[in-house]
């Protein structure tokens, strides 16, 4: 009986990442700057505030970055919790970039693997950087997403802590949000193609 107990509380289950989040002051004034993620930074790879859902097939974060008045939709990223590849299209600066992505649990803390493709400005050329998001909860309250990046274009690989304090439970549907095209400066789509891990 001890022994089942004891292995009972030893078993992690998966944390729920579900919420609407915004970054702490203290974590935004160190940030780039110091102005922290309103449009995104190179923090924890979304912006300041975002709303996440999560059921047992995928977890999907919306980067709130558009007010209603700027009439656009809200950049979106889809990530299967079954260890296949998703992809998602953000459309930014230059143009699309394309982010493939692996989810995978290690206990409670969740690790999203993105490889990211866009064109070097110097030669044209696609280059790809792969980024490595851990999603933690230090409370219910409290999400942390440390993020390692790796090399890219001569850079060195860098390592970045955003700590996020829960604003309210996010609502509305857990299932993909259907394909979208953006015409502003950031949007985000989910194809609905994968491939199996």
Not at 129 to 140: G, H, R
Not at 149 to 170: C, F, N
Request: charged share 20%; glycine share 10%.
């Amino acid at each position: 009986m001890i022994l089942t107990l004891c292995l009972i509380v030893s078993i992690q289950v998966p944390a729920d990442f579900s919420g609407r989040w915004t970054v702490e002051t203290a974590s935004a004034a160190s940030a780039p700057g110091g102005r922290g993620a309103a449009r995104g930074d190179m923090g924890s790879g979304w912006s300041s505030t975002i709303a996440i859902t999560q059921d047992a097939k995928q977890l999907v974060v919306e980067s709130i970055v558009f007010s209603r008045s700027d009439l656009q939709a809200q950049p979106r990223f889809v990530y299967a919790l079954d260890g296949s590849e998703t992809r998602n299209t953000v459309v930014m600066g230059r143009g699309p970039q394309l982010q493939s992505s692996r989810a995978k649990w290690d206990g409670a803390d969740l690790q999203i693997t993105t490889t990211h493709t866009f064109d070097d400005p110097a030669t044209g050329k696609p280059v790809t950087m792969d980024v490595t998001q851990t999603l933690s909860l230090e409370s219910p309250g409290r999400l942390v997403v440390e993020v390692t990046r790796g090399r890219v274009l001569g850079g060195q690989p860098s390592t970045t802590r955003t700590v996020y304090t829960k604003t309210e439970i996010a609502r509305g549907a857990t299932r993909a949000p259907e394909a979208r095209t953006g015409r502003g400066r950031s949007s985000a789509r989910a194809d609905n193609a994968r491939r199996s891990p």
